[in-house]
Protein backbone atom coordinates (compact mmCIF):
# COMPACT_ATOMS: atom_id res chain seq x y z
CA UNK A 1 0.00 0.00 0.00
CA UNK A 2 2.86 2.32 0.69
CA UNK A 3 3.99 1.76 -2.73
CA UNK A 4 0.98 3.49 -4.66
CA UNK A 5 0.91 6.59 -2.19
CA UNK A 6 4.73 6.95 -3.48
CA UNK A 7 4.11 6.94 -7.13
CA UNK A 8 1.43 9.50 -6.56
CA UNK A 9 3.80 11.58 -4.90
CA UNK A 10 6.47 10.60 -7.72
CA UNK A 11 3.83 12.08 -10.63
CA UNK A 12 2.86 15.14 -9.20
CA UNK A 13 6.72 15.86 -8.53
CA UNK A 14 7.02 15.63 -11.89
CA UNK A 15 4.19 16.68 -13.46
CA UNK A 16 5.25 20.25 -11.06
CA UNK A 17 9.13 19.92 -12.49
CA UNK A 18 7.36 19.96 -15.88
CA UNK A 19 5.31 22.78 -15.16
CA UNK A 20 8.64 24.90 -14.49
CA UNK A 21 10.69 24.63 -17.87
CA UNK A 22 8.21 26.73 -19.93
CA UNK A 23 9.98 30.23 -21.22
CA UNK A 24 7.85 33.11 -20.21
CA UNK A 25 8.59 36.81 -20.93
CA UNK A 26 8.08 39.73 -19.04
CA UNK A 27 6.85 42.22 -21.93
CA UNK A 28 3.92 43.82 -22.63
CA UNK A 29 1.55 43.09 -25.48
CA UNK A 30 2.29 46.25 -27.60
CA UNK A 31 6.50 45.95 -26.17
CA UNK A 32 5.74 42.32 -27.71
CA UNK A 33 4.18 43.77 -31.06
CA UNK A 34 7.09 46.24 -31.43
CA UNK A 35 10.04 44.01 -31.31
CA UNK A 36 8.06 41.73 -33.24
CA UNK A 37 7.92 44.84 -36.07
CA UNK A 38 11.40 45.87 -35.18
CA UNK A 39 12.58 42.10 -35.87
CA UNK A 40 10.66 41.71 -39.14
CA UNK A 41 12.08 44.82 -40.55
CA UNK A 42 15.70 43.90 -39.83
CA UNK A 43 14.84 40.40 -42.16
CA UNK A 44 13.11 42.17 -44.57
CA UNK A 45 16.32 44.48 -45.07
CA UNK A 46 18.56 41.33 -44.76
CA UNK A 47 16.17 39.61 -47.63
CA UNK A 48 16.57 42.72 -49.64
CA UNK A 49 20.07 42.89 -49.41
CA UNK A 50 20.46 39.20 -50.36
CA UNK A 51 17.95 39.41 -53.22
CA UNK A 52 20.20 42.84 -54.72
CA UNK A 53 23.54 40.63 -54.72
CA UNK A 54 22.22 37.84 -55.81
CA UNK A 55 20.06 40.07 -59.09
CA UNK A 56 24.01 41.70 -59.33
CA UNK A 57 25.72 38.67 -59.73
CA UNK A 58 23.26 37.30 -62.03
CA UNK A 59 23.89 40.49 -64.40
CA UNK A 60 27.56 40.38 -63.88
CA UNK A 61 27.76 36.29 -64.56
CA UNK A 62 25.74 37.42 -67.99
CA UNK A 63 27.59 40.20 -69.03
CA UNK A 64 31.12 38.06 -68.81
CA UNK A 65 29.53 35.28 -71.36
Partial sequence: ???GNQ????REK????QGNTGKK???TGSEFQKN???VAAIM???QAA???KKNG?????AKKK
Fill in 57 to 61: EGDSA
Fill in 25 to 27: TNM
Fill in 44 to 46: RAK
Fill in 36 to 38: KDD
Fill in 7 to 10: REKA
Fill in 50 to 52: AEA
Fill in 14 to 17: NLKA
Fill in 1 to 3: MAR
